[in-house]
Nanobody
């Protein structure tokens, strides 16, 4: 069964940094483009970033470009998101999944950016 376990979320002050991690299992991880998504309170889930199967290409939402970095380790079936210069609007629950998403989703990891 497909499983995603996200971790690393926390409360952080504006301008701070966090690194999120996701352990994936139940599918051939190394062959899939992987993404990070987030869902802020009262809003739809949105894709934040993605990375192709061998990590050759990445793409970011305009709102995080230049501040977030997605990476992956195909040997460990993990995908990470380094978030720098965090803004209050980054407050959300963060999820990982494939670019073409699987069900079920993981529980996500909450990020709160507030002073």
């Amino acid at each position: 069964q497909v499983q995603f376990v996200e971790s690393g979320g926390d409360w952080v002050q504006p301008g701070g940094s966090l690194r999120l991690s996701c352990a994936a299992s139940g599918f051939k991880f190394s062959t899939y483009t992987m993404s990070w998504y987030r869902q802020a309170p009262g809003k739809e889930r949105e894709r934040v970033a993605y990375i192709t199967a061998v990590g050759a290409r990445t793409n970011y939402a305009d709102s995080v470009k230049g501040r977030f970095t997605i990476s992956r380790d195909n040997a460990k079936n993990t995908v990470s998101l380094q978030m720098n210069s965090l803004k209050p609007e980054a407050t959300a629950v963060y999820y990982c999944n494939a670019y073409v998403t699987f069900n079920p989703w993981g529980r996500g990891t909450p990020v709160i950016v507030s002073s």
